[in-house]
């Protein structure tokens, strides 16, 4: 800058804020550029208000505001923000809320948020229940309780961690921390339209298949053989229904579970009225003109049913956490104790989360996951979570079946005890138990 | 005249990005910036849009030209920086050479969109009401009746953008079978001829540089060479992720240019605006946080999966929320200077209005977003 046009001064209207340059001058009332202010005759006014020129001052830029950098907004008290209005998502509220009275949470739920437990899906029709009777407690209810904000029938549909922001179908929410529990939703193969196959895997989709059998006996068609599929089956059939299972495998719970005991299982089934397709896949789910599924499988088999229930299985949606960056491995990836994501002051539980790289989709070690991020959240010191596999209770009930520990495929089920009613078997390495399981019970058990 | 309406090869060979950015800067700076008062109270720019048009920032978007989305998105966002209007009307343009070029028809995706990406014709869309009619938000305005050699269109509709006699829109109608009820829907392309009628629209209270007429069509007939889709909602569904991601460049570059608002009073007044929120840092944290998830986007225009659309759904609504804060702080922190009629603040905030209330509005925008999301079950 050459030492002449540093010389130009500045004037501040005080009225207003205009500024006269002497360098710029203001033609529009007959400045020429380059006229000093003190040449500027007494009457002249503010181009923009009309003030005096006595109403001018000496304007000096003070430092402004870096045009360069940008500053996200990160220390404003939003609170604590969860996604999720499953058992995962209230059981970081009460967590958090057990532990400070005060701390902001805000609910964001896709559904009704209604608290029910999950595990009675698989056994509730046989015994009658209705949608209002498992509701264990109202969504508003336990949110007044909890001194809960809560967002009902709300979509998270983007997130920017840089800027701890949420964006839902109802606006874009702020938070200091973002807790993750959106759950797992059921896989659909191409082949099974979504118009015309039911899944359950939560109140209102139970509710659904509820109404879709009211009105008497039906033909249900169930795909899949895994947990799912084989609780709903045994309890559809017991609530009066004529179920027929169709799996890839040649067993039900193939992959879980050795041949020796899936056997007893498929046996339990014929008393119990659940026929079992083995090796079929299905390859088209139409609808024909008496409203009837029409299920074709490549064993070149046809089917006819008037509910078809896909249970091929559960996948956590990828969109959120894909779009936000978020590490993302058959799951939402957490750090197996502090359960934070990728991202700061992100964390993710349930259904929802892969813990080295697989998914643990069991309702036991939410309530720890829960508290562990709530420990964290509120910076309390807690020893982290720490994973055990659960003991894992299959709701047949004309075979029960119960497995604990970390059952490998690499290792083989060895007999431990077998007799009609029961089978149990072990897996072990260098000699310890590994994993252990329960086939069927004696009946002097039945009683308790 | 044959000459004149072929591509000026050497012009386009010159639509580097560099070369198109630093046109498009020169042009929203200059006359673009010096006419934004004048095209919100009515004025019409087509000068500019030409200028606009021969710096390639109204046809680097399609395939012809390197499918470059993310630059016709930065091209939209600098020259809305400096008049929304303006925004909107590249926007309406660049929509109008998609349905062009992705048409496939000989006569449309030749010459004539040669002249129409480089400026030199316009044209506008017509599609707000079909787009809300396929969502099931309202009714189709525009009715089609099959005649020989194609159809005959009849119907109102009450407001389209960027056109003019002698000018051309995209539009859909419903075709109508004997009993008239619908069929299916035909996009074609409207070449507003002495056939139709372009009545005079109620006065808005902003934007009015836009050429935004009422269209009356009575027997309307369209041939073979007018001929976008037939059926249309296969093509809608195409293109519908990059007719809504094109609009994010006109809603940050109004909330861009509100940001330079509240930046240009900070020396003054920076001492009492502290005290407001929305501070200009903590915006443009937003606003680059916004266009970075647009450029990705920008990249894979018609990937056609259901996240994708999420996604450009999500970015679009996040454009309308900014330019509505933003634009709301830049008059806050200019107070009575930005509150005079001839001030950039208070003419942004009525382009952030628009910009939140043109299709897709931000309340749709949400609607379409729930119900991509829900899950599908049997009836």
Known sequence: MNTIVSEWKQYICRACGVIYDEEAGDPDSGLAPGTRFADIPDNWECPLCGVQKSDFAPYEPMGAASSEESVAITTRETGVVIVGGGTAGWAVAEALRALDADVPITLVTACEGDRYRKPELSVALSQNKTAQSMIAEAASAAATRLKVRLLRNTFAVGLSPSLYQLRTTSGPVRYTHLVLAQGACPVMPHALPKDLCWRINDLVMWSGVQGALASGPKRIAVIGAGLIGCELAEDFARAGHSVTVLDVNAAPLTGLLPEKASARLLSSWTTAGVRYKARSRVTSITRNHNGERVIQTTNGETLHADLVLSATGLTTEPQLARAAGLRFDNGIVVDSHTLQTSAPDIYALGDCISLDGAPCRFIEPIAGQAEAIAHAVLKRPHPGYQHQPPVLRVKTRSLPILMRGAPSRDLQWEVVDEDEQQLSMAQYRDGAVTASLKVGQRSLELAT | ?379
Not at chain 2, 24 to 37: F, H, M, N, Q, T
Not at chain 2, 68 to 89: E, K, Y
Not at chain 2, 114 to 121: K, M, V
Request: hydrophobic fraction near 40%.
């Open chain 2, 1 to 379: 005249m044959e000459s004149a309406m072929l591509a000026d090869n050497a012009r386009v060979e010159r639509w580097t990005d560099d070369a198109v950015m630093a046109n498009v800067e020169r042009i929203s700076d200059g006359p673009l910036k010096a006419a934004a008062v004048r095209i919100d109270e009515g004025y019409y720019p087509l000068d500019i849009m030409t200028a606009l048009g021969q710096a390639g920032a109204l046809g680097v978007h399609l395939d012809r030209h390197g499918a470059r989305v993310g630059l016709s998105v930065d091209a939209m966002q600098r020259a809305s920086r400096a008049c929304g209007a303006t925004g909107f009307l590249m926007w309406s343009h660049d929509v109008c050479g998609l349905y062009m070029e992705q048409s496939g028809n000989p006569a449309l995706s030749g010459a004539r969109l040669d002249a129409h990406a480089e400026g030199r014709t316009f044209g506008g869309t017509a599609l707000s009401n079909p787009m809300k009619a396929f969502s099931g938000i309202e009714p189709m305005m525009l009715r089609a009746t099959r005649v020989p050699g194609g159809y005959r269109i009849n119907g109102t509709l009450p407001w389209v953008s960027h056109i003019a006699t002698g000018q051309y829109c995209g539009a859909i109608a419903g075709v109508e079978r004997d009993d008239g009820s619908v069929s299916h829907e035909v996009m074609f392309m409207l070449d507003c001829d002495e056939r139709v009628e372009l009545r005079p629209c109620p006065v808005f209270s902003g934007m009015e540089g836009t050429s935004t007429w009422g269209v009356r069509l009575k027997d309307y007939f369209v041939g073979e060479a007018q001929i976008i889709a037939d059926p249309a909602r296969p093509f809608i569904a195409r293109i519908r992720p990059a007719f809504i991601l094109l609009q994010v460049g006109m809603a940050l570059g109004v909330s861009q240019g509100a940001i330079d608002s509240s930046l240009e009073v900070e020396p003054m007044l920076g001492h009492v605006n502290r005290f407001l929120s929305d501070r200009p840092n903590e915006l443009r944290a937003e606003l680059d946080d916004a266009a970075q998830q647009a450029q990705r986007l920008a990249r894979t225009p018609y990937d056609g999966s259901k996240d994708y659309l999420l996604e450009v759904l999500d970015v679009r609504a996040r454009g309308s929320e900014l330019a509505l804060r933003a634009a709301q702080a830049s008059l806050l922190h200019q107070g009575a200077r930005g509150y005079l009629m001839s001030a950039a603040p208070q003419r942004r905030i009525r382009e952030s209005h628009f910009v939140a209330i043109v299709t897709p509005a931000l309340k749709h925008l949400r609607f379409e977003m729930a119900r991509l999301c829900k899950e599908e079950f049997p009836a």
